[in-house]
C-alpha cells in the first residue's frame, strides 16, 4: 500500500514537472475548442456515517442494527468502524489491539447489522460505522482500507 501511494505521488509530481516545462503561451496559438466528450462518472461515493453514543461493549459478540446498512451495501460496498471513549478527541480503527492482542473487532456484517466481537467489558464507548456503497471500478484510486479516522471523514467529505 505504501509503495502504490510513494509510486503514485512520484507520477504525479512528474507529470506536472514535465507539463510546466513542456508548454509556453509562446508554443503556438490555441487549437480550437473540441467536440463536447460523454458525460463523466459522478466522482461522489455514496456514504453513510450511523453513529452509536453511550454504548457498552460486553466480552463476546455485540450485535449492532444498522438499517442503513442495505443489501447493495453488504454485496458491493465496504463498512468502516470506530470507537472512541466519549469525551476523547480521537477515534481509532477496528480491529482495536492492544499488546498484541486484538481486543475488539468486526466479527459478522449482514443486511442490517453488525457483530463486534470484545475480549473486554466497557461502557460509555462512542462507535461509527462508515458504511460506503459501491463505486464503478476505478472510482478509488487509493487504498481506503487503512485510512484512520479522520482521513476516511476528509475522503468521503463527512463531517468529524
Known amino acids: ?3 502504490l501511494v510513494l509510486k503514485t505521488k512520484y507520477l504525479v509530481m512528474s507529470l506536472i514537472v514535465t507539463f510546466t516545462l513542456s508548454c509556453s503561451p509562446e508554443d503556438g496559438e490555441q487549437d480550437p475548442q ?3 466528450g460523454a458525460p463523466g462518472l459522478d466522482g ?3 456514504v453513510t456515517s450511523v453513529l452509536f453514543e453511550d454504548q457498552t461493549i460486553n ?3 455485540n450485535l449492532f442494527n444498522i438499517p442503513e446498512l442495505n443489501q447493495d451495501i453488504f454485496d458491493n460496498g465496504i463498512v ?3 470507537v472512541t471513549v466519549t469525551g476523547n478527541d480521537y477515534w481509532e480503527t477496528l480491529p482495536l489491539s492492544l499488546g498484541g492482542d486484538t ?3 468486526i ?3 449482514e443486511v442490517g447489522s ?3 466481537r470484545a475480549t473486554f467489558t466497557q461502557s460509555n464507548l462512542r462507535l461509527r460505522f462508515i458504511l460506503v456503497a459501491g463505486t464503478p471500478a476505478g472510482k478509488n484510486a487509493v487504498d481506503v482500507s487503512k485510512l484512520s479516522y479522520e482521513e476516511a471523514m476528509d475522503y468521503f467529505g463527512l463531517e468529524i
Open 80 to 82: 468502516y468502524t470506530y
Open 103 to 105: 481486543i475488539l473487532e
Open 1 to 3: 500500500m505504501k509503495n
Open 107 to 109: 466479527d459478522r456484517i
Open 34 to 36: 473540441g467536440e463536447q
Open 114 to 116: 453488525a457483530t463486534l
Open 59 to 61: 466480552t463476546g459478540d
Open 44 to 46: 461522489n461515493a455514496n
